[in-house]
């Protein structure tokens, strides 16, 4: 990677039961998910990027400028950074205008256009509102447009969801997905909820007790046996894919990948418009023919790659690999043994539900 097209992370901090040990290349484009369990360092990854931790062997490049090494220290205020946080640490003393001025007021010449924010977080209708009063989802889009306003060049976000109940993070997730199609400023977002990472991240780092177990696209990363993504119950593989044709009679569309395509439930969308969407482990299953009295309307043929076994002992978590698209499918030792599957067989990949996430 160019190093003007990346940011560069290297930290060794420690605290008493607990060691962050990093050495991470990360594009400084789209959305980079920071993913892992409670405790495994995320937060203090990202304080590290903000400079608010001064580990002692410490080096930060963001697009070839160093903002830490061995020399050289940026402080947190002159690194032209947004943070977001699980709370919107809005003041409670000014309305929402007044908020944002404030992100406003300590903008440099290049900021972006003040009515480009509000008209890209919806916000334009509250701008007199007293903060006390707006939801949980309008504070954070409020919180994220200050961060904005202060035309950052990279974008922390920490948690920005976490506080929110269920119906609100459904409201924001259409923003946060604007952000990523719309802003070109890079978005380091830490999570521990799969299904927003899958929505919203290009390129995914997992953390486990302070290291980086991998890091990589989002796709790649979500189809590794190897790793604890693949186990999780809800386990899925993400697509990027672009609409290919509209069948209105049948209100499906057909979404085109390399190495095949998959319909789901029509999406207005124009045609070539890019769409992620996701395969959930569990909804694959495998024949050897491809079974033509079925109401499965997804079958494409794929390869055996390999094999792991799944938390439940019955099961079987077998990767595919579909002209060059990876696949998960989750089966029963069963089924493998009645089928005879074996790495490298050509079968066929059944697909029960497809889910447009982008
Ligand atoms: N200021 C501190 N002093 C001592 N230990 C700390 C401090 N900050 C974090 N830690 C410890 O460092 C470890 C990593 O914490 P961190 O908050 O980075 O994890 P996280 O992955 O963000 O977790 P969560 O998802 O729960 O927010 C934890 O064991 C935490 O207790």
Request: hydrophobic share 45%; glycine share 8%; with cysteine.
């Given at each position: 990677?160019n190093?003007?097209?990346?940011?560069?992370?290297?930290?060794?901090?420690?605290?008493?039961?607990?060691?962050?040990?990093?050495?991470?290349?990360?594009?400084?484009?789209?959305?980079?998910?920071?993913?892992?369990?409670?405790?495994?360092?995320?937060?203090?990854?990202?304080?590290?990027?903000?400079?608010?931790?001064?580990?002692?062997?410490?080096?930060?490049?963001?697009?070839?400028?160093?903002?830490?090494?061995?020399?050289t220290?940026?402080?947190?205020?002159?690194?032209?950074?947004?943070?977001?946080?699980?709370?919107?640490?809005?003041?409670?003393?000014?309305?929402?205008?007044?908020?944002?001025?404030?992100?406003?007021?300590?903008?440099?010449?290049?900021?972006?256009?003040?009515?480009?924010?509000?008209?890209?977080?919806?916000?334009?209708?509250?701008?007199?509102?007293?903060?006390?009063?707006?939801?949980?989802?309008?504070?954070?889009?409020?919180?994220?447009?200050?961060?904005?306003?202060?035309?950052?060049?990279?974008?922390?976000?920490?948690?920005?969801?976490?506080?929110?109940e269920?119906?609100?993070?459904?409201?924001?997730?259409?923003?946060?997905?604007?952000?990523?199609?719309?802003?070109?400023?890079?978005?380091?977002?830490?999570s521990?909820?799969?299904?927003?990472?899958?929505?919203?991240?290009d390129?995914?780092?997992?953390?486990?007790?302070?290291?980086a177990?991998?890091?990589?696209?989002?796709?790649?990363?979500?189809?590794?046996?190897?790793?604890?993504?693949?186990?999780?119950?809800?386990?899925?593989?993400?697509?990027?894919?672009?609409?290919?044709?509209?069948?209105?009679?049948?209100?499906?569309?057909?979404f085109?990948?390399?190495?095949?395509?998959?319909?789901?439930?029509?999406?207005?969308?124009?045609?070539?418009?890019?769409?992620?969407?996701?395969?959930?482990?569990?909804?694959?299953?495998?024949?050897?023919?491809?079974?033509?009295?079925?109401?499965?309307?997804?079958?494409?043929?794929?390869?055996?790659?390999?094999?792991?076994?799944?938390?439940?002992?019955?099961?079987?978590?077998?990767?595919?690999?579909?002209?060059?698209?990876?696949?998960?499918a989750?089966?029963?030792?069963?089924?493998?043994?009645?089928?005879?599957?074996?790495?490298?067989?050509?079968?066929?990949?059944?697909?029960?539900?497809?889910?447009?996430?982008?």
């Amino acid at each position: 990677m160019n190093a003007t097209l990346s940011i560069d992370a290297r930290f060794r901090m420690a605290y008493p039961g607990f060691l962050l040990d990093i050495d991470l290349q990360l594009p400084a484009r789209g959305v980079t998910a920071f993913f892992g369990p409670s405790g495994s360092g995320k937060t203090t990854l990202l304080r590290c990027i903000a400079g608010l931790e001064r580990p002692p062997q410490g080096c930060l490049r963001v697009k070839g400028e160093t903002w830490q090494d061995g020399k050289t220290f940026l402080p947190p205020h002159r690194r032209p950074i947004g943070y977001v946080f699980q709370e919107a640490n809005l003041f409670p003393h000014l309305d929402v205008a007044g908020n944002l001025d404030f992100g406003a007021r300590r903008t440099r010449e290049d900021a972006r256009d003040r009515s480009t924010i509000i008209e890209l977080l919806g916000i334009g209708h509250l701008l007199d509102r007293d903060v006390q009063g707006l939801s949980g989802g309008e504070r954070q889009r409020v919180a994220i447009a200050r961060a904005l306003l202060a035309a950052p060049q990279l974008l922390l976000m920490d948690e920005p969801l976490a506080a929110l109940e269920r119906e609100r993070k459904r409201e924001i997730m259409p923003y946060l997905e604007r952000l990523h199609d719309e802003l070109d400023i890079p978005i380091l977002y830490v999570s521990h909820a799969i299904d927003e990472v899958s929505r919203l991240a290009d390129h995914l780092v997992l953390l486990e007790q302070g290291r980086a177990i991998a890091s990589g696209p989002m796709g790649e990363i979500a189809a590794r046996l190897d790793l604890p993504l693949a186990q999780d119950d809800d386990a899925s593989v993400m697509i990027e894919a672009t609409v290919g044709a509209h069948d209105h009679d049948y209100h499906l569309t057909r979404f085109d990948f390399p190495g095949g395509c998959v319909h789901a439930g029509l999406r207005e969308l124009p045609l070539a418009h890019p769409a992620r969407i996701s395969i959930q482990a569990r909804d694959v299953s495998i024949a050897l023919t491809p079974v033509e009295d079925s109401s499965i309307l997804n079958r494409l043929p794929a390869v055996i790659e390999a094999f792991a076994d799944a938390r439940h002992p019955a099961h079987l978590l077998v990767r595919l690999d579909v002209g060059g698209t990876p696949l998960l499918a989750r089966i029963t030792h069963r089924s493998r043994d009645q089928l005879g599957l074996n790495a490298g067989q050509r079968v066929w990949a059944q697909i029960k539900t497809v889910a447009l996430v982008e």
